[in-house]
């Protein structure tokens, strides 16, 4: 199933950039979404996030009551006018599920644009596609919180 969501933020690509890439935003991100303990690592290209939350009830019978979600982005360099691009991973411990694509952080008016991009797999036999269109309102719900942490997160880190 193929995802799109759009993150608009007050803020320069490159102050962004740093929001995403920052150890602290991201652990406070993953709390946020449910996380408290997750494990956090960052550089200049490359973020990964593991942590568990409750898989929601509609999708307990088939994956468990934790999900171990690992997601992590490798980041290419800027252009010419702060635009990036990142390849983005998620995946499930111990489930069939995936998420793979990109992040695309753009220059816009008033401020930047992030987008993620990226096509969910369930690999379950007859199920798949159904669990997919269960499963993606939350992936695309959890990327919408990133962009609300975010713009609380810019609003109080000048």
């Not at 307990?60 to 010419?80: C, H």
């Not at 962009?147 to 810019?154: I, K, N, Q, T």
């Amino acid at each position: 199933m193929h995802l799109i969501t759009r993150l608009d933020f007050p803020a320069s690509p490159e102050r962004v950039f740093a929001m995403v890439t920052d150890e602290e935003f991201l652990a406070h991100a993953a709390a946020e979404l449910g996380s408290p303990t997750s494990r956090v690592a960052a550089s200049a290209t490359r973020t990964a996030v593991e942590g568990a939350i409750e898989t929601p009830a509609p999708l307990r019978s088939f994956l468990g009551p934790q999900l171990n979600i690992t997601q992590e982005t490798v980041w290419g360099e800027p252009d010419a006018l702060g635009a990036r691009t990142g390849a983005v991973t998620l995946t499930v411990g111990g489930a069939p599920v995936s998420l793979t694509g990109t992040a695309v952080l753009s220059p816009a008016q008033g401020g930047s644009t992030l987008t993620y991009e990226a096509d969910l797999v369930v690999r379950v036999p007859l199920l798949g596609p159904r669990l997919e269109t269960m499963a993606a309102p939350l992936i695309t719900d959890a990327f919408e919180a990133q962009g609300r942490v975010g713009d609380a997160w810019l609003a109080t880190h000048p």
